[in-house]
């Protein structure tokens, strides 16, 4: 709760007794914080909740020195800091943002280098819930500081039992060899859109006026999640000159899919071809033919799991229907899902499988994952992709461990090492090679070298390989070494793992910076390199704004 009137005295008493009891160190300048400050992420909440998936540690607004040496903040890994309060305020000239600002100077002075720390994620909470002091007194008030766990070799070890345990549960699922078999006959439905090709033409009139109007067929292609959303929209190149941009940005306000593509009880992603007449005439005129879908079709990846064969309408049907078989990688898929069922994983477990399924343009021909700490539950993921997914050519996979458990002391950006690599078509030569990466160390501390990895992984591929690398990265933890990038020629997909809160602003910084792309379980974020200091950008649900210096959160749902 803010500190007003009749509590401005007390608030003082306790900001000057936090203040002598932090350790003697420089106060940061006020600039230098004021600065800091401007960047932090900041939004509302009812009333704060703390993350499931990391260690958090409550220091109270009013904690003391004997409070803040408690908790050995200056021997833990810190990840995130939340600075928590109300927005109730019986004075409304109160200053929230000065007191904020001494809380983070009181916080800053008791751990030496915490403000300095790239790697720490900022976020300032506002609670919403309350509308008196009585009712704001049961809420938090003060910092939730979240921390990671100190990697060794022998929590490494742990990890890596949990993760053959789980695999030897995946493989014991893996169907013996057999001949090629037309395969089990499963339910298939076709893509349903929630309008009429009537309707869809409707809203395509009202939305394209394009002061071309040739007339003419113009083919275009959608290709749609799992979920049923579009994620892009092409129109293909046509006869006749149109505003093409204009075209796609109508198709893709007038299509709306119910669902993905349902086969077997899931849903799958697809492609949807179709083609629109145009000019296309006026309400009264449209008919059927004036937009509509002429194919639907499984990615590659998904094609593998089940063969689909469209049909035409006939006696039986009076529309277009479709029949489907699951193959043996299908059956595999089915085996996998029912082991990971029972097994304890965090939410987005499966983002390898279904980021590398969603995209089988990808060429995949480097892959470099962190193997560190709490990682295990996606490099499993990344086998059981891989035992899915045909290795028909030599890939070359770069697993990185933050330096084969030398000490943090003598860890130097740039030269902490700690890579293992193999260039192979096999599964098997894969998985040992993860194997060899976890005994070989766990990381220490939280922030890894994620850069250094991908630039080896660059100077392995050569210089005549493609620029294409996919990084398998933590969301919680940044690397420490980001800075390496400056010249990197690379195009970095990066497939975050653990997106259950937000998306780390410093990776947003990171892909806008270089080019590269973000990818979650539940999307895609491209183009970032696009927008200009001071824009807002809404990902996942989540409101970022363009800052001089990066990203800031400034509006969760």
């Known amino acids: 709760m803010s500190c007003v009137s009749f509590r401005a005295f007390l608030c003082g008493i306790i900001l000057l007794l936090t203040t002598s009891a932090a350790h003697a160190q420089s106060p940061t300048p006020e600039a230098e914080l004021n600065t800091f400050y401007d960047q932090l992420n900041a939004y509302r909440t009812t009333r704060y909740q703390p993350l499931p998936d990391l260690e958090a540690l409550q220091l109270p607004s009013t904690f003391s020195g004997a409070d803040l040496q408690a908790l050995h903040l200056q021997d833990r890994h810190i990840v995130r800091v939340d600075l928590v309060y109300t927005a109730f305020r019986l004075n409304p000239a109160f200053n929230q943002r000065q007191l904020n600002l001494n809380r983070i100077r009181n916080l800053a002075a008791g751990v030496p280098g915490l403000l300095q720390d790239e790697s720490v994620t900022w976020t300032l909470v506002e609670q ?19 921390v990671a766990r100190h990697a060794t070799t022998a929590t490494s070890r742990a990890d890596l039992d949990s993760l053959t345990r789980k695999l030897r549960i995946l493989e014991k ?12 006959k499963v339910a298939c439905n076709l893509p349903s859109s929630r309008f009429s090709n009537r309707q869809m033409a409707r809203s395509l009139r009202r939305l394209y006026h394009c002061p071309q109007r040739d007339a003419q067929l113009v083919k275009f292609e959608l290709t749609v999640d799992a979920r049923g959303t579009i994620q892009t929209v092409k129109v293909l190149p046509p006869a006749r000159p149109l505003c093409t941009t204009e075209l796609e940005e109508a198709i893709r306000k007038s299509v709306v899919f119910n669902s993905g593509f349902p086969i077997n009880r899931k849903m799958f992603p697809f492609i949807a071809k179709g083609v629109i007449r145009l000019p296309i005439g006026p309400f009264q005129l449209l008919g059927e033919a004036d937009m509509g879908f002429t194919n639907f079709a499984l990615p590659d990846s998904a094609a593998r799991l089940y063969r689909v064969f469209l049909k035409k309408k006939n006696k039986q049907h009076k529309n277009d229907y479709c029949e489907a078989r699951i193959t043996k990688k299908g059956e595999l898929l089915a085996a996998s899902d029912t082991a990971t069922e029972t097994l304890l994983l965090p939410p987005d477990a499966n983002v390898v499988t279904r980021v590398m399924q969603r995209h089988p343009e990808w060429n995949k021909e480097v892959v470099v994952t962190d193997a560190t700490g709490s990682m295990f539950p996606y490099t499993y993921d990344l086998l059981a992709w891989l035992q899915l997914s045909a290795l028909e050519d030599p890939k070359t996979f770069v697993f990185f461990n933050d330096g084969n458990d030398q000490p943090d002391k003598d860890k130097r950006v740039g030269e902490t090492g700690g890579f ?28 890894e070298n994620d850069a250094e990895a991908l630039l080896y992984a660059q100077q392995l591929a050569g210089p005549d390989a493609s620029p294409d690398l996919i990084l398998i990265a933590d969301n919680y933890t940044f690397p420490r070494d980001a800075k390496l990038l400056k010249n990197t020629t690379a195009q970095v997909r990066i497939i975050l793992c653990g997106v259950h809160d937000y998306i780390n602003p410093k990776y947003l910084a990171l892909a806008r910076k270089h080019g590269f792309t973000l990818h979650t379980i539940e999307g895609d974020i491209e183009n970032l390199s696009k927008l200009l200091e001071g824009e807002t950008i809404t990902i996942q649900g989540q409101q970022y704004q363009v800052t001089k210096d990066g990203f800031k959160l400034i509006q969760k749902t």
Do not use: W
């Open 173 to 184: 699922k893996r169907p013996k060899a057999a001949k090629k078999a037309p395969g089990k």
């Open 420 to 447: 293992h690599h193999v260039k192979t078509d096999s599964y098997e030569a894969v998985k040992n090679k993860l194997i060899e990466t976890m005994k070989a160390g766990g990381g220490g501390d939280a922030p």
């Open 128 to 146: 919403t819930g309350c509308n008196s002091p009585a009712e704001c007194q049961p809420f938090f008030h003060g910092f939730v500081v979240y």
